[in-house]
């Protein structure tokens, strides 16, 4: 059970009042000048059985020789020390995988359909539990993560049942004494590293796919979030995933690069799923040459948000609110350069400061009231606010926020009179900032959305049909949301393209990236 400790509480509040009750805190309090919370305990109150805090490794659970801190981002108070994986224990882990796989790749796809159908199953009956995990090391509101939670199990969901829709193909021969098959089979070893802002559902959209095709894996979660990989680790021992076939090796900063590169260069590894920066993306593929590794990556975007003149106003207002502002800015698909004809310009961003006034509200995520939670670090914070001030310094109108507040916490901010030199219309935000540019023809909404190295998703509202075609072919993106801002689902593919990655998540694609293709050429046939 955690509770707050007050001193350490006390720089992200305005004031506030400390009661004791048995054992937990309770804190009555007033987030930045904003109306009062609800009042109410507050306290990591799970399963003991999901709170697990070292590796897993063949089945079991192994601790490293030190361990590193999980911080809650709202308060800095500390959740959990976790084991402290080093390249010891991430060689274990992959060689336990490889052992493992020549086990599991023998399992009918039948088999290993119902065991991802019984870890799908656990997984919706801990969703609460392994929601208030991801609010406590991530920060985001407990109803998206249970929403986080939901989108989770989808993917094991979804797995399970493509397990057994693995077909290879008979292709007519070209000699009429020889038959030619076409088979799939699994790659191997596969290592999964993934990001802090969804903890869950980017290890099961990976995991889902690799082991229902017959692969092993070795997680690395992020540094800030490994306990909902821990989590669901347990869960998969419940289910009875065989030791070996799913491990999870957790790391501090300090030893992620040496864990990393292991798990990128080791030769008993076949593939690397990677989410994450377009950086460290390079970083992983510049190691995975080295042996000519099977990659498939999900690195950063930079998604253009575009209102013309023919949409419906109010719901493109709608679909900036629910892009932008999920999980307070803090995911690869979320919009970042918001492109609004002129003609409409003036209408959208009233309606738009109208509806983040009405409808954000900011504190920790496990209040009920609360929309917006912490960014992940103060690092992150500093990036929002210094996007911020370059834009000011060049011109930029601060229409609603625009503040660094204390801790982790930044204002919800929408700026007016932007142009394509700051630096916010440059680089990806991650955070909770809306830069506004006026624009006049489509084909100059076009050049400014496409003028990025980076493509993962794009989104526009119109009501001319000719038009959604014309821009929904055009934009140099993976993913197009049209008149709609959230549109990550299990059934449809999931990347992006140029700097923005290379493969596809999620979808009857998402499994092709764990298979190989063998050609089996039958010849000496009599006719």
């Keep these: 059970m955690l509770c707050f400790n007050l001193q350490s509480y006390l720089p992200v509040l305005i004031m506030g009042s400390l009661y004791l009750s048995g054992s937990r805190c309770i804190l009555r309090q007033v987030f930045f000048g904003l109306p009062s919370m609800l009042q109410r305990p507050y306290s990591l109150d799970v399963s003991a059985q999901l709170l697990r805090t070292r590796a897993f490794i063949d089945g079991r659970w192994v601790s490293a020789a030190s361990t590193f801190p999980v911080l809650d981002p709202a308060t800095g108070e500390e959740i959990a020390k976790v084991s402290d994986c080093g390249t010891m224990e991430a060689q274990d882990a992959v060689n336990a995988a490889y052992k493992a796989f020549h086990l599991w790749k023998n399992h009918t796809a039948k088999e290993r359909s119902i065991l991802l159908r019984k870890w799908f199953e656990l997984i919706n009956q801990h969703k609460e539990d392994l929601a208030k995990l991801i609010t406590a090391e991530c920060g985001k509101p407990m109803k998206e993560s249970i929403g986080e939670m939901t989108y989770s199990a989808s993917f094991l969901e979804w797995f ?81 995933i065989p030791p070996g076939v799913f491990n999870v090796v957790p ?107 009405a409808e954000l509200k900011l504190g920790h995520g496990s209040e009920p009231a609360t929309t917006q939670g912490p960014l992940i670090n103060t690092r992150a914070v500093e990036k929002v606010e210094n996007q911020i001030a370059d834009a000011v310094a060049q011109g930029a109108v601060i229409v609603r926020g625009g503040k660094r507040l204390e801790g982790s916490f930044m204002q919800p901010t929408l700026l007016s009179n ?26 100059e909404a076009l050049a400014i959305a496409n003028a990025s190295p980076v493509g993962l998703a794009g989104y526009f509202y119109s009501r001319d049909i000719s038009q959604i075609w014309r821009v929904t072919e055009q934009m140099e993106v993976g993913m197009v949301g049209v008149n709609e801002g ?42």
């Design 160 to 240: 399970s049942e493509e397990a057994r829709r693995v077909y290879g193909d008979i292709v007519a021969p070209s000699a009429k004494d020889r038959k030619i098959l076409l088979l799939k089979q699994p790659v191997g070893v596969a290592s999964i590293i993934t990001p802090w802002n969804f903890p869950s559902a980017m290890i099961t959209r990976k995991v889902g796919a690799a082991l229902a095709v017959g692969c092993t894996v070795v997680v690395k979660p992020a540094e800030n979030t490994p306990l909902s990989a821990l989590a669901l680790a347990e869960l998969s021992v419940q289910a009875g």
């Design 251 to 357: 790391c501090s900063r300090e030893k992620t690069l040496a864990v990393g590169e292991l798990l990128c260069t080791d030769p008993l590894v076949a593939k690397i799923s990677f989410t994450g920066s377009t950086a460290t993306g390079k970083i992983l593929l510049r190691h995975a040459a080295g042996t000519v590794k099977r990659v498939s990556m999900e690195l950063g975007g930079h998604a253009p948000f575009i209102v013309f003149d023919s949409a419906d106003v109010d719901k493109a207002v709608a679909g900036a609110m629910v892009s932008k502002f999920r999980n307070s800015g803090q995911t690869c698909v979320c919009s970042n350069r918001f492109l609004v004809q002129s003609g409409i310009h003036d209408a959208f961003m009233e309606k738009l400061a109208k509806a983040m006034d």
């Design 418 to 443: 932007v142009n394509t030199d700051m630096q916010c219309m440059r680089e990806e935000t991650f955070g909770p900032l809306i830069p506004l540019v006026k624009f006049n023809t489509e084909q």
């Design 486 to 527: 959230l549109i990550s689902t299990t059934e449809t593919s999931f990347g992006g393209i140029k700097q923005s990655g290379m493969g596809r998540e999620g979808s009857k694609y998402g499994i092709d990236e764990y298979l190989e293709i063998k050609y089996m050429c039958l010849g000496g046939l009599s006719l």
